[in-house]
């Protein structure tokens, strides 16, 4: 893990309980490299983990209490298992983590009281999955210090139950799955039905090449409605069509299953939902291949499918993927679940700085606020204690 977000975690532990902590647990941001909205429709993604990290500094506390600080407001957060066996009695950024508490114990397991100070460097609000990092951090610290029965295998449904259950959010396995599971230089293969993964080899390192990330800090306009409407839309069209999901519908009898749908938006839903887990298939095929420069096109046809068919893109997004690709990327993609966050170009790991220029420049000519951006390669997943 990074040293500076680790001591930080660790700094804001000394200050905020005048002891030392027990360890460090950390978990990490993640990017989707191909596969939106794919996941709640029983389908395939192919995320991998980010080098950026969210840290938990923790030690025991009393039974049945909890006492969480967070540099990101400097007031920590109590609770008890009253409010933590409740959802919704604790909120804001501290939910995240009496939702884990109430996951676990709503297993069956004997939940450790602790104190937690929470330290990172995945960015808020830019669609890298800053929920997951903390949620599954969190998890691995309460496992630990709890001495807690529960395999690996089982954290990424327990870290999505308290999210969509707890919190209110309605993920799906994704990302849980890839920031507990994730594998430094690998992208993770998921099946959101059968939960099966594959690691698939994704050196861009020995390749020359990196993953260069836009933050482009749009504001995310009706992000939680738009979502719930494509979800919605989704559901309507697979029962329509009597599906049990949209993963059913294969890419040969796409044309047959538009035809019996009645309206030309839902029509395009589906027409991205089954094009993008076939994207996803082929992109899998190419990178066990080790033919990663292959992707670009398939990344670019993703984003287009977004922006045209599933309706989830906004202008600074589309304003950098079109530079990124004037640029050189070999692709370039929006990631996340729309409506702002981040874009992804693959791009030569010698031309990034030269790329995220003129992503800078294009926005600075349309008059947007300037891009946050940084170079990625797949890191590994959650993990601890140090």
């Known amino acids: 893990m990074s040293r500076d977000v680790a001591d930080r975690a660790t700094a804001g532990f000394r200050q905020r309980y005048a002891e030392e902590p027990a360890g460090r647990w950390a978990a990490p941001g993640r990017v989707n490299l191909i596969g939106e909205h794919t996941d709640y429709n029983d389908g395939f993604v192919l995320p991998f983990a980010l ?59 004997d939940v450790p009281g602790a104190r937690l100070a929470v330290a990172s460097d995945v960015p808020v609000g830019s669609g890298l999955s800053s929920s997951a990092a903390i949620e599954s951090a969190v998890l691995a610290a309460l496992v630990d210090l709890g001495g807690l ?24 396995i994704m990302d849980q799955s890839v920031v507990i599971r994730g594998r430094a230089g690998h992208a993770l293969f998921l099946d959101c039905r059968t939960e099966e993964v594959e690691q698939i080899p ?30 919605a839309s989704c559901e309507r069209a697979a029962a329509t069509l009597g599906v049990t999901a949209l993963r059913d519908v294969a890419t040969a009898d796409l044309d047959a299953a538009l035809a019996r749908l009645d309206d030309d938006e839902t029509r395009r839903r589906v027409r991205h939902v089954v094009t993008e887990n076939q994207r996803v298939l082929d992109t899998v095929a190419l990178l066990r291949a080790g033919r990663i420069r ?31 690709l004037s640029a050189g990327a070999y692709g370039a993609r929006m990631t996340g679940g729309g409506f702002g966050g981040c874009v992804l170009a693959l791009v030569d790991a010698d031309a990034a700085d ?30 601890g204690p140090s």
């Open 294 to 324: 292959d992707i670009g096109p398939l990344l670019t046809a993703s984003h287009a499918s977004m922006r045209d068919d599933f309706e989830i893109t906004v202008p600074e997004v589309d304003t950098a993927v079109e530079a990124a």
């Open 51 to 109: 080098p950026l990290r969210t840290v938990v500094a923790a030690a025991p506390g009393p039974d049945g209490r909890w006492t969480v600080w967070s540099e990101l407001d400097d007031e920590p957060v109590e609770f008890g298992a009253e409010q933590a066996d409740e959802p919704g009695r604790v909120d804001g950024w501290a939910a995240y983590v009496a939702a884990v508490v109430w996951a676990l114990r709503a297993a069956g397991l």
């Open 202 to 231: 994704f050196d861009l390192d020995a390749a020359g090449l990196a993953v260069l990330v836009v933050d482009s800090r749009a504001p995310h306009r009706h992000a939680d409605g738009e979502y719930a409407a494509r979800r």
């Open 149 to 172: 029965d529960l395999p690996t295998g089982r954290w990424p449904r327990l870290a999505q139950r308290a999210e969509n259950d707890y919190v209110g959010a309605p993920t799906g």
């Open 354 to 383: 030269a790329v995220a220029a003129a992503v800078t420049a294009a926005y600075a000519e349309r008059g947007f606020a300037a891009p946050g951006t940084l170079t990625a390669l797949p890191a590994g997943g959650a993990g």
